[in-house]
């Protein structure tokens, strides 16, 4: 979803004041979540009682009065794990209830089948009543199951990429911001990306395999460096496995420049990746380098493919 998307959802409501979809700061992906301030304040009530549990593709939305921003609010997620497949989003509310306001609850489920997971998230108002919960039903059995439950702090999701992205961008320029690229062919600068794909290994717990040298590549010229200015450079990346999501690409190719989009292409019906995908960079250099230093790049146990396209859209 993107801001005009959300913009456009809400002010069907009513006028609005402001709209805004948080955003990683490294990698620009949206975190899931925004904030909508109406000019009318029933407006805001007649949204809640609206949108708020509308589903949206293969997501239910939370819609709610946002609370100020204090310390005893963050990190109130819990993770649990262990859970009987039998158990129900209501079963799990119900268990955690006592122990203090709960914001939101789920159930993870496999997307093909409906099927729980046995895992799920229960995010409560602030953190000494999660610290309660974690002390209280950490390694018990709730009823009508056979095994004990794990209950703990869930991680940010954007936690562990930040740390690995942060380590990437510094080692590709201590001194680049992601939306401004500096300037001159990136591929001149001295720093060997062999060390820079090391640490996207490390960080993902990938192996590595690159070729000996990039097959169809060919040195950026002063004509193509400017190609298609309006739509970016598009890359073609092809066999990925069914499990690829768009935050593998956004961590592959972030630490060679300015990347303004990433697509996974998936099956209607699964979800799952069919094994290509695209990836838009704003800067050719930049595209070339990423293609030639990724293309045969080994990703879990496929061997990336990828080759630059031409902008859909571009003359």
């Not at 997620?77 to 509310?93: A, C, F, R």
């Not at 911001?177 to 990136?186: D, F, M």
């Not at 590595?208 to 990346?237: D, E, M, Q």
């Not at 630490?255 to 069919?274: E, H, L, W």
């Amino acid at each position: 979803m993107t801001q005009e998307d959300l913009r456009n959802l809400f002010s069907s409501i009513g006028e609005l004041e402001s709209c805004k979809l948080i955003r990683d700061k490294l990698t620009g992906q949206s975190l899931g979540y925004g904030f909508v301030n109406y000019v009318k304040s029933t407006d805001a009530e007649k949204a809640i009682s609206s949108l708020n549990g509308l589903r949206m593709q293969q997501k239910t939305i939370k819609v709610s009065y946002a609370r100020p921003s204090t310390p005893l609010i963050k990190d109130a997620n819990l993770y649990v794990s262990g859970l009987p497949k039998s158990m129900t989003q209501e079963d799990l509310q119900r268990i955690f209830h006592p122990f203090g306001r709960i914001i939101t609850s789920r159930i993870l489920v496999e997307p093909s089948t409906g099927m729980s997971r046995g895992v799920g998230f229960v995010r409560f108002d602030k953190r000494p009543e999660a610290e309660n919960a974690i002390s209280s039903l950490n390694g018990t059995i709730p009823a009508g199951a056979k095994d004990p439950v794990t209950v703990k702090f869930a991680n940010n999701p954007s936690q562990k990429n930040q740390q690995v992205l942060q380590s990437l961008y510094a080692a590709a320029s201590p001194t680049r911001r992601l939306a401004a690229p500096t300037t001159g062919p990136l591929y001149h600068q001295a720093r060997s990306f062999s060390d820079l794909l090391s640490n996207v290994n490390m960080g993902l717990g990938v192996k590595r395999h690159l070729p000996s040298k990039c097959a169809g590549c060919t040195a950026p010229s002063a004509a193509s460096s400017s190609c298609a200015p309006n739509y970016g450079i598009c890359i073609f990346v092809y066999n990925l496995s069914p499990e690829t999501d768009e935050n593998i690409l956004w961590q592959l190719f972030g630490p060679f420049g300015a990347v303004t989009s990433v697509k996974v292409i998936r099956d209607y019906q699964t979800q799952k990746c069919k094994g290509y995908g695209f990836v838009t960079m704003t800067n050719y250099e930049e595209a070339f380098l990423a293609v030639c230093s990724l293309n045969g790049y080994k990703l879990g146990d496929r061997v990336l493919q990828m080759s630059l396209t031409k902008p859909s859209g571009a003359a």
